[in-house]
């Protein structure tokens, strides 16, 4: 995935590995939390409880986020294209919602 983050592919990432789903959740909500703070730089790995050096790592690799800020003690990132994972997020759920109702 580059820059123009495809939601297809994000959602079969996201389908192969549904731990993601949650951080991806996480950092939504923290970056609308804070959308009109002039001087927000990101959230950090903490913030969305993943370990930077795996998880967020392969994340960055995938094109799903990207290193907003980075310093000597701090590392702070920003999703790519917020509203296609919130829109891919919200498709898989409904998925999830379809196969409950279908068995």
């Known amino acids: 995935m580059n820059n123009a983050l ?16 949650t951080i991806l959740k996480l950092a939504l909500a923290h970056e609308a939390q ?5 001087d927000y730089k990101g959230w950090a790995w903490h ?3 993943a370990y930077p050096q ?32 919130k829109r891919v997020i919200k498709e898989l759920e409904m998925e999830e919602v379809e196969k409950i109702f279908k068995k």
């Open 6 to 21: 495809d939601s297809s592919k994000l959602a079969d990432f996201l389908r192969k590995n549904p731990k993601y789903v």
């Open 34 to 38: 804070n959308e009109n703070n002039q």
């Open 47 to 49: 913030d969305v409880r």
């Open 54 to 85: 795996t998880i967020l790592g392969r994340l960055i690799a995938e094109g799903i986020i990207k290193i907003s800020y980075k310093s000597r003690r701090y590392t702070n990132y920003l999703l790519n294209n917020k509203e296609v994972v």
